[in-house]
């Protein structure tokens, strides 16, 4: 069983929210996407990456005997990661077809981060900087990776982690969905424990909370979720509310 909240907010710098969420229970689906672009374009390329990530696994859940594979079934992974994988490629066309036909949404894109899971079985895909976390027996991990310059640079030893906090690159993403005409796309399965906490976000939380003050946010485990949603986008405010903030908080139980 999958509980699940959700929660979006402008914050305290920008007069537009260019963040998406979805939370889709029929589907299992749950998503987060952080807009960019001119004008309109950054809510616009958000908003056409949940809609088109949706519309293709609600479509591949219908027809699975007679579905078909637009960007190929890779063995080495399961049917709903070949499904997630395919979703988010679909949505990558889709946001990337329409920065390219359209002078005011030219240079539009998004990150994504989604969540598929059937069963204790959770595929976790992403692209960009927006995050998904694993809170099991009083431990945060991040189960992405940031698709960010500064992430990269931290891998090579160039920045530390403090640097990375002022570096004025620190907002530069090196992946996003709709910034070219195809996209390598992060995938990976974990295996759900009953009283795991999922939680997926865009960086107008991680970006404002270190991830030990996030922890002391859900610890105890928080009871209903949305208040601890609100917890979580407070405190991003609280701290600046420099970006748009999405939170969405999942708890399993078997």
């Not at 374009?41 to 027809?63: C, N, P, Y």
């Not at 998004?110 to 099991?136: E, M």
């Not at 295996?191 to 865009?202: A, E, K, P, Q």
Request: glycine share 8%; proline share 2%.
């Amino acid at each position: 069983m999958i509980e699940a909240y959700g929660l979006t907010d402008v914050g305290r710098r920008r007069k537009l929210n260019e963040d998406s969420f979805l939370i889709d229970n029929d589907l299992s689906l749950f998503a987060v996407c952080d807009g960019m672009g001119g004008h309109n374009a950054g809510e616009v390329a958000s908003q056409m990456a949940i809609e088109a990530l949706a519309s293709f696994i609600r479509k591949s859940a219908e027809d699975d005997e007679e579905m078909t594979w637009p960007f190929g079934f890779d063995q080495a992974l399961s049917l709903e990661a070949n499904r997630l994988q395919n979703a988010i490629h679909v949505a990558n066309g889709s946001v990337f077809r329409a920065a390219d036909n359209r002078a005011d949404l030219s240079g539009m894109g998004t990150t994504l981060v989604a969540v598929l899971i059937t069963g204790d079985r959770l595929v976790l895909g992403s692209a960009g900087d927006s995050r998904c976390y694993l809170l099991r027996d009083g431990e945060l991990r991040q189960l992405t990776r940031d698709d960010s310059w500064v992430s990269t640079a931290w891998a090579e030893g160039i920045l530390t982690a403090d640097e990375i906090e002022r570096h004025p690159f620190r907002n530069v993403i090196t992946k996003a969905v709709g910034a070219k005409d195809s996209l390598e796309v992060d995938i990976h399965e974990h295996i759900l424990r009953s009283g795991d906490m999922v939680l997926i976000c865009s960086d107008g939380l991680h970006g404002m909370v270190h991830d030990q003050d996030i922890l002391g946010l859900l610890t105890p485990p928080p009871e209903p979720l949305d208040e601890a949603t609100k917890r979580l986008i407070d405190a991003a405010n609280e701290s600046g509310g420099r970006d748009n903030i999405s939170v969405i908080l999942l708890r399993y139980t078997d």
